[in-house]
T-cell receptor, first 111, second 113 residues
Framework: DVKVTQSSRYLVKRTGEKVFLECVQDMDHENMFWYRQDPGLGLRLIYFSYDVKMKEKGDIPEGYSVSREKKERFSLILESASTNQTSMYLC??????????FGPGTRLTVL | GQNIDQPTEMTATEGAIVQINCTYQTSGFNGLFWYQQHAGEAPTFLSYNVLDGLEEKGRFSSFLSRSKGYSYLLLKELQMKDSASYLCAVKGRALDNDYKLSFGAGTTVTVRA
């Protein structure tokens, strides 16, 4: 079975802190994705990566950056956390062109 | 860009049938996914349609009409465990080697005894 893991299920940070969310997949997938999910808005794509060291902006990249130094790991970085970044963050991976497999999510609260 | 619409909520009785509609307007179309998401959990894959017609998988079926920009997910013989959010997602071509998914806001289905 494909396994996508995220470093934390719940995280509480303060405004202005730098936040790292880690995602690891064990199926050698080329593509990895970071979404945020908010009530009434569904999943919105923040960044994605189709290869090591490659990254592309999604629909809402502002306030975020990413890093993909190894194929299995895709990190989302909030340079200076703000309250409007309180959300559920979901990581996903997929082989080329196929379904995406999601991690369990990280519920981030920024106070 | 992508514009994907689905109803916010639906309620049905155990054993009944529910049909969740999804309409989309997209700048590029390369297939449509349905995912199921239970509260507090990750979305899990249900179905994928790339050609017109009906795909059946046990109690769940999914239909696609590309000319109408329309899909539906049909849940038959509803069970209490089917209470969840159902997400419609359209696959577009972003780059030669990658396929982005654009998601609708999700339909929350509540199954009553």
């Amino acid at each position: 079975d494909v396994k996508v893991t995220q470093s934390s299920r719940y995280l509480v940070k303060r405004t202005g802190e730098k936040v790292f969310l880690e995602c690891v997949q064990d199926m050698d997938h080329e593509n990895m994705f970071w979404y945020r999910q908010d009530p009434g808005l569904g999943l919105r794509l923040i960044y994605f990566s189709y290869d090591v060291k490659m990254k592309e902006k999604g629909d809402i990249p502002e306030g975020y950056s990413v890093s993909r130094e190894k194929k299995e790991r895709f990190s989302l970085i909030l340079e200076s956390a703000s309250t409007n970044q309180t959300s559920m963050y979901l990581c996903a991976s997929s082989p080329q062109g196929n379904e995406q497999f999601f991690g369990p999510g990280t519920r981030l609260t920024v106070l | 860009g992508q514009n994907i619409d689905q109803p916010t909520e639906m309620t049905a009785t155990e054993g009944a049938i529910v049909q969740i509609n999804c309409t989309y307007q997209t700048s590029g179309f390369n297939g449509l996914f349905w995912y199921q998401q239970h509260a507090g959990e990750a979305p899990t894959f249900l179905s994928y349609n790339v050609l017109d017609g009906l795909e059946e998988k046990g109690r769940f079926s999914s239909f696609l009409s590309r000319s109408k920009g329309y899909s539906y997910l049909l849940l038959k013989e509803l069970q209490m465990k089917d209470s969840a959010s159902y997400l419609c997602a359209v696959k577009g071509r972003a780059l030669d080697n990658d396929y982005k998914l654009s998601f609708g806001a999700g339909t929350t289905v509540t199954v009553r005894a």
